[in-house]
């Protein structure tokens, strides 16, 4: 949704924190000080799996944990709905005897012959969290009452209601760990044009890093999502890279607010990225995870339409980044079902979302908000939750 800022409020902000290698944020409501890297991974050990071995006598080397590729196959076969007895996903050589024919390799993980899902994609690097984890995302700004939880409610009652709901999805898939998310709009659309002629603005400093220490609250990730108007991602990322550089900031990219195709006004015609620009965005956490020393990024791209997204079979996920193509529209609970089946399930590409409305998805015919275990119940089963 796009958002106006005030003017006041329209601070291109410079991130405070270094971008450094080895140099990371510590978080706290009161405001961010500069840390060791070996500290700041250590709030979140048990969330990246992460051992510490001593290199010397004075230092500890972070290690992330790998993942175990036959439990992610079997993770992947789970969202998928597909029971792992009818393939032969431990015995490949028994392939041809079987009706459903399963393949591994060193590289790529689990795929079933005459299946879009699971999708096939390469293995993750060591401390990934998908689909291990499911990741639960309160969406907003906090400027904008309009555009999601966020800056609907004050930071306590946001947490409260982020902890509650990740615990009624556990609840929901007892197998599966919620991780809660805070899910900033860091580039907001914008309906004026700006100075530059952009239409897009750039949220202050103090803004992220607001969310990042709200996500430390409970222990969760962040989510820098961005709507680039005018501009483009090789411009506005860059300028993100002091938080794209921690462990535990990941990044979201709206299509609808991608405008360089139509030249046109956000807001008037819903924009688009090719799997150029979808694979621009991959490369470029790939590069961040590799200069400091990361656990594997997430990429959510959001989509409610085909045109959103074109030549996804393009998109191409490394073990760094895992991908999740997110259904991003409001309506009844039937319509948003179709939307997810249509344009979602239906062009795969590693991992897939789903955004529930709390106002407008509620609009006539809604009957009401669809349930964990009924968006659950979908083929595949999302591992992105975002809440608006």
């Not at 090719?274 to 020393?293: E, G, M, T």
């Not at 259904?327 to 609970?333: C, S």
């Amino acid at each position: 949704m796009m958002g106006r800022m005030p003017k006041e409020r329209r601070e291109e902000g410079k991130p405070r924190a270094a971008a450094a290698r080895g140099a990371h944020i510590s978080l706290g409501l009161g405001g961010l000080v500069l840390i060791g890297a070996g500290a700041y991974l250590a709030l979140w050990s048990n969330l990246f799996s992460i051992e510490y071995t001593r290199a010397d006598g004075a230092s500890s080397t972070p290690r992330y944990k790998a993942i175990d590729p036959a439990l992610y196959n079997l993770e992947e076969l789970a969202l998928a709905h597909i029971d792992p007895s009818l393939t032969t996903l431990l015995q490949p050589q028994n392939a041809s005897s079987t009706l459903l024919a399963a393949t591994t390799t060193a590289s790529s993980s689990v795929a079933i012959a005459g299946k879009a899902w699971p999708a096939p994609s390469p293995y993750p690097a060591p401390g990934a969290l998908l689909p291990a984890h499911r990741i639960v995302a309160y969406y907003g700004n906090f400027y904008s009452t309009a555009m999601g939880v966020l800056g609907e409610y004050p930071a306590d009652q946001v947490l409260a209601m982020l902890a509650s709901t990740s615990a009624e999805w556990e609840a929901a898939d007892p197998a599966t760990p919620v991780i809660p998310a805070i899910d900033y709009i860091a580039v907001t659309a914008q309906a004026a044009a700006g100075a530059d002629g952009k239409y897009r603005a750039r949220m202050p400093a103090s803004q992220i890093e607001q969310a990042i220490a709200m996500a430390s609250q409970l222990h969760g990730i962040v989510i820098l999502d961005v709507q680039v108007g005018l501009s483009d991602l090789p411009t506005e990322l860059p300028l993100l890279a002091p938080y794209l550089s921690l462990p535990n900031v990941n990044l979201a990219i709206d299509p609808e607010f991608s405008m360089q195709t139509s030249g046109a006004r956000p807001g008037t015609v819903i924009g688009t990225y090719s799997a150029k620009d979808i694979d621009y965005a991959i490369d470029y956490l790939d590069s961040l995870v590799k200069q400091n020393d990361l656990p594997p990024k997430i990429l959510v791209v959001h989509r409610f339409t085909e045109d959103m997204v074109t030549n996804y079979q393009n998109i191409t996920p490394l073990p760094d980044v895992q991908v999740v193509m997110d259904m991003d529209g409001w309506g009844d609970q039937a319509k948003k079902i179709n939307t997810y089946e249509r344009v979602i399930a239906s062009e795969p590409v590693e991992f897939t979302g789903f955004k529930l409305f709390y106002k407008a998805d509620l609009k006539p015919p809604s009957t009401g908000l669809l349930a964990p275990a009924q968006v659950l119940a979908l083929t595949p089963a999302p591992i992105f939750i975002q809440y608006q």
